[in-house]
């Protein structure tokens, strides 16, 4: 028995072993067929991305958002770094059966250590094991965040884990019994009644049972190390390695999530000046290896955990696009098409083919096939020949992503899928302008009058008309904003869209009630290029950024030179940047991107500042508004900028209002459908985005639905107008909304409840509230 626990033993460590370093050696060059990063943007600020990393792994902070998985998970991991001193006391038990470690062998804490950490592990793994079956896709179907998983893969590595961890604590029982323990010990207080049951074998059959089981063990670990050496696509496994660079190389080295601003667009690891690009710059993404290395470490380290799944509004109103599977599929088909890439292989930007037919001899019948497959394409080739068969990501999956950062939210080990979408979109979109057609509507309009609408530039200021009070607008009753407190951006919904121009007449109004200085621009700036940049248009942003950097700058008086640039000498403008945007995707651009291009400013959202004059005491709502509320909470507003509070205090404080929180709010919120330019987009696939909101809003049986982004407020009006119309025609997907339901942005609701006459006497409740954060 000894010897052949022995040579099985070893004949596995030594395989095993041999098997891992080939697939370290392979990562390393796999990794290298990625893009290089700007300089020092995965790697500033060490200490802070350590701190992140020791935070998120002990802390297990995004898991234990998940209820009792996060605990599991967390025995399985610590078991997992923590218990090889009881791998290598096996392979001194296949020697001597009574053998243990020296010096900390028979060392008290350690004892007890891995007793507990073990019997954990255990019950961890079970705990997970139950999770995964009873969410077996075959029974809940697309409500599983395992569907798509490779299930075989997850059953083998739990089964692993399960093995390793009872042969863990029968060999802490044989150990017991060899040792001749007496009486309860506390080096064996979980394992003691094992102990107890094998105290009657006689020596030499405690001897071969230690053989047995230190071999099975040895054996169960090894086998797993093969298994996975040889399949470095087994992201269920290696992102028990991967995972720790991956968090730590993360883009936000603050820790945070890859939310709020895109990246700008880079080639050969620089960014690209699209005033003068260079003759080689390669724009988006069409090949796996045209993502930068960290793209093809966040491909690997996928676990297929699916959380990011089981939040995305495409997926759970029947799209293609589950940011899992995106993933999955990335990955797959960058390892599969590696071996043709490590051997010179790769198409020039004609399709000529690099490497010479001698480089590819050698290379895998599977991953020249691989290497064939265009990134983006339909599954059979499209009928009027626009795609090519074998596509790796359809076109269908890449364009119903709404950028709603739900998946990036929820991703335990940090991936960043909304950049890699964008890559792939930027490409599509420059180089082969293959894209929704209806987009073009909107980029046509941006290009030409400087709003996605396509309306004149004067009737941005048109709002003004039905206001009955003076708004000043720079440029033409002030010449900047020295005078005034804050610039107020409007925006193109704001002031060009129905249904938002009333929260811009009910937020001025506001303003003015509570007497604060605020201005609004003179009609000429343009969008902010949030929906360009997001569909892929990259230059259109960057041009429509620039104008309006260059226009905030004068507004706020600096200096500027015959380009535009701020002159240096002036860089300390006349008056304090503050801007507050009742849009939250223009306080996104504006306060997150614009300083990409040369902008920087305080950019606040109107219910931040609105919160604030309440809590100062300037506007004070005293008449009831009666119903039950429920807020929804627009996507770049909560996750991409973490403003979650304001809306719900404005709401709190407003009397006779019972909010009422639907099941998915704040960082679990559920996007309207507006988002990545998909506002501008037909839906043709599956159930309405908005409709499945108002679905859930509706389950409520509110009066108000209420929300605080112009996009929001129109997706979510134009449900609720479509049910109510249902609701007329007897359908009966008119569901249950009441005749009298209203969607309306908060500040409207404060502006009703502000608007009865105050007792002119009254003091202010709060003075000196602190001033709201601005997003940078
Ligand atoms: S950003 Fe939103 S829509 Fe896009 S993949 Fe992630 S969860 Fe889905
Ligand atoms: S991308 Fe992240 S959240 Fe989604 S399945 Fe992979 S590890 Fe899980």
Redesign the pocket.
Known sequence: MQLAAIIVSLVLTVVGVALLARAIGQFVRYFKLGQPVPAGSRTDNPYSRSVTLVREFLGHTRMNRWGIVGFAHWFVAVGFLTLPPTLAQAFGQLFQADWTLPVVGDWLPLEMYTEFIGVMTVLGIVVLMAIRLLNLPSRPGRKSRFAGSKAGQAYFVEYVILTIGLAIYVLRGLEGAIHHVEGYDASYFASYPLVLAFKGLSVSALQNLIYLVAMIKISTSFIWMIVVSLNTNMGVAWHRFLAFPNIWFKRESEGGTALGALQPMTSGGKPIDFTDPGDDDVFGVSQVEQFSWKGLLDFSTCTECGR??S?????NTGKP???KL?IMSLRDHAHAKAPYLLAGGGKTAEGEEKASEEQLAEVPAAALAEAERPLIGTAEAASDGGFAAGGVIDPDVLW?????????EQCPVDIE??DH?VDMRRYQVMIESAFPSEAGTMLKNLEKKGNPWGLAKKQRLEWLKEVEFEVPVVGQDIEDLTEVEYLYWVGCAGSLEDRAKKTTKAFAELLHIAGVKFAIMGGDEKCTGDSARRLGNEPLFQELGMENVMALNMAFGEELDDEGKVVPESAKPKSAKKIVATCPHCLNTIGNEYPQIGGDYEVIHHTQLLQHLVDEGKLIPVTPVEGIITYHDP?YLGRHNKIYTPPREIIASVPGLRNEEMHRHKERGF?CGA??ARMWMEERIGKRINNERVDEALSLNPDIISTACPFCLVMLTDSVNGKKAAADSGSAAGGKAKESIQVVDVAQLLLESVKTPVDPAGEPETENAPEPEPVK
């Open positions: 990011c799944q939040q995305c509004p495409a997926w696009l589950s940011p995106l119903s992503c709404t950028t709603c950062g739900a998946c990036v899928h909304i979408i996507c996007c988002g990545g």
